[in-house]
């Protein structure tokens, strides 16, 4: 399984970006797929998920602000970032989670400076 990440970039605080995660499988096919991020000095940690049912997920930290959605059709999840904050610079992984096995991507930067 192959999970590419796209999207991420350099943005002015209070801006937007969309992150896309394209599989090279049916996202149905996972449990769970979601958004990590690390920033710079900090442990990774959990955005926000969708299960294969729908039901999303959010860190505390992005609630409002964020929305995880998928697309079934191009095998691609995605996150719409809204009200970028500086402190949401960080790598960006897509996950995926299936009973046996978790997959990663390799990550996109996102920047939030001016």
């Known amino acids: 399984v192959q999970l590419a990440e796209s999207g991420g970039g350099l943005v002015q605080p209070g801006g937007s970006l969309r992150l896309s995660c394209v599989a090279s499988?049916?996202?149905?096919?996972?449990?769970?797929m979601g958004w990590y991020r690390r920033a710079p000095g900090k442990g990774r940690e959990l955005v926000a998920g969708i299960s294969s049912g729908g039901s999303t997920n959010y860190a505390d930290s992005v609630k409002g602000r964020f929305t995880i959605s998928g697309d079934n059709a191009k095998n691609t999840v995605y996150l719409q970032m809204n009200s970028l904050k500086p402190e949401d610079t960080a790598v960006y992984y897509c996950n995926a989670k299936t009973t046996l096995r978790t997959y990663w991507g390799q990550g996109t930067q996102v920047t939030v400076s001016s």
């Open positions: 499988r049916s996202i149905f096919s996972f449990n769970i």
